[in-house]
């Protein structure tokens, strides 16, 4: 049972990064799949999550309008397109996995290992 997150990076203010989620090792088409972050000497918080199937998404208000999640089911992936970044956007990105659609940390079962986004001039 695997999450494998990656595509983290040093962006400019304004710019934009994808994100990638690999899910493998069981079926996760029943799962929710969320995102989060922790930024610097905080706590870890939802960032967005959806269905496999694309319903139930939604997003923190923090990044609701510059991120997206999107699904690619045939390669079992998530990503999440952050565009106009901002430096407290500055975090640790983790994917994880829920049975239910929730944006409680706790309700998640499987999480990746997380990659590092930095937005900085």
């Known amino acids: 049972v695997q999450l494998q997150a990656s595509g983290g990076g040093l962006v400019q203010p304004g710019g934009s990064r994808t994100l990638s989620c690999a899910a493998s090792?069981?079926?996760?088409?029943?799962?929710?799949m969320g995102w989060f972050r922790q930024p610097p000497e905080k706590g870890r918080e939802f960032v967005g999550g959806?269905?496999?199937?694309?319903?139930?998404?939604f997003y923190s208000d923090s990044v609701k309008g510059r991120f997206t999640i999107s699904r690619d089911n045939a390669r079992n992936t998530l990503r999440l397109q952050m565009n106009n970044l901002k430096p407290e956007d500055t975090a640790i990105y983790y994917c994880a996995a829920s049975r239910y659609a929730t944006r409680s940390e706790g309700e998640y079962n499987y999480w990746g290992q997380g990659t590092l986004v930095t937005v900085s001039s």
């Open positions: 090792g069981r079926s996760f088409s029943n799962y929710y």
């Open positions: 959806t269905y496999w199937s694309g319903r139930s998404t």
